[in-house]
Structure formats: structure tokens, C-alpha cells
């Protein structure tokens, strides 16, 4: 079963700040090599502070989310799923129409 919808990052609008890095209790937020804010999946449970935090407006709630943005690289996985967080991934994906793969941003 889904728990979290998570959060989906624009990466374009992104300025790396880091405000939202900062703000998560569960550190599922980092900054890519590229200077970019990316989202850690299976750490995400939806506390939604980073949203309120950036200041350029570019975290939002998956479900809140326009379709084209969703298809764009934003999270990554920190480790090897269990099989069980794998199934979750999957139901994410349907439940979302999201077809993008995790990219390592590091
Ligand atoms: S708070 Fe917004 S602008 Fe700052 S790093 Fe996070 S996503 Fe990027």
C-alpha cells in the first residue's frame, strides 16, 4: 500500500539555497553535484515542510503536481530497496503516472 505521496522537486527552478535540506526532520532532501536540490524516495514521509520553505516555489505535493514535471528526473534511492519498499515504489509510480527512473545525483 502507497503511505507517501512524497514531494516532487522542479530542478530547473531550483536555485540549491539548501532551505529545504535544512528543514526536513528525515534528511530526504540533498543537493546534487549539479547544485540542485533532489529528493531521497524512500526517506520522504510526507511532513511537507520543504514546501513551505523554498523560496522559489519549486516543491510540491506529488498529487499537486503538473503531469510533465512528475516525468522529469527529481529523486534518487540512498539504498538497496527491500522487497517490500520496491512493491511501494512500484504502487507510487502507478498511483502517480509517474514514469521517471531514480537518477543518482551525487
Ligand atoms: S528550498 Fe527550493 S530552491 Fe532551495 S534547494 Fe530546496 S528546492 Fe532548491
Given at each position: 500500500?502507497?503511505?507517501y505521496?512524497?514531494?516532487?522537486?522542479?530542478?530547473?527552478?531550483c536555485?540549491?539555497?539548501?532551505?529545504?535540506?535544512?528543514?526536513?526532520?528525515?534528511?530526504?532532501?540533498?543537493?546534487?553535484?549539479?547544485?540542485?536540490?533532489?529528493?531521497?524516495?524512500?526517506?520522504?514521509?510526507d511532513?511537507?515542510?520543504?514546501?513551505?520553505v523554498?523560496?522559489?516555489?519549486?516543491?510540491?505535493?506529488?498529487?499537486?503536481?503538473?503531469?510533465?514535471?512528475?516525468?522529469?528526473?527529481?529523486?534518487?534511492?540512498?539504498?538497496?530497496?527491500?522487497?517490500?519498499?520496491?512493491k511501494?515504489?512500484?504502487?507510487?509510480?502507478n498511483?502517480?503516472?509517474?514514469?521517471?527512473?531514480?537518477?543518482?545525483?551525487?
Amino acid at each position: 500500500m502507497v503511505k507517501y505521496q512524497k514531494v516532487v522537486i522542479d530542478r530547473e527552478t531550483c536555485i540549491g539555497c539548501g532551505a529545504c535540506v535544512a528543514t526536513c526532520p528525515y534528511q530526504a532532501l540533498d543537493i546534487g553535484k549539479d547544485g540542485k536540490s533532489f529528493l531521497i524516495w524512500e526517506k520522504c514521509k510526507d511532513v511537507f515542510d520543504c514546501i513551505a520553505v523554498c523560496p522559489v516555489g519549486a516543491i510540491s505535493k506529488t498529487s499537486e503536481t503538473a503531469e510533465e514535471l512528475k516525468q522529469k528526473e527529481w529523486f534518487s534511492f540512498d539504498k538497496k530497496l527491500s522487497e517490500e519498499e520496491m512493491k511501494e515504489f512500484e504502487e507510487w509510480r502507478n498511483k502517480f503516472k509517474i514514469k521517471s527512473e531514480p537518477k543518482n545525483f551525487r
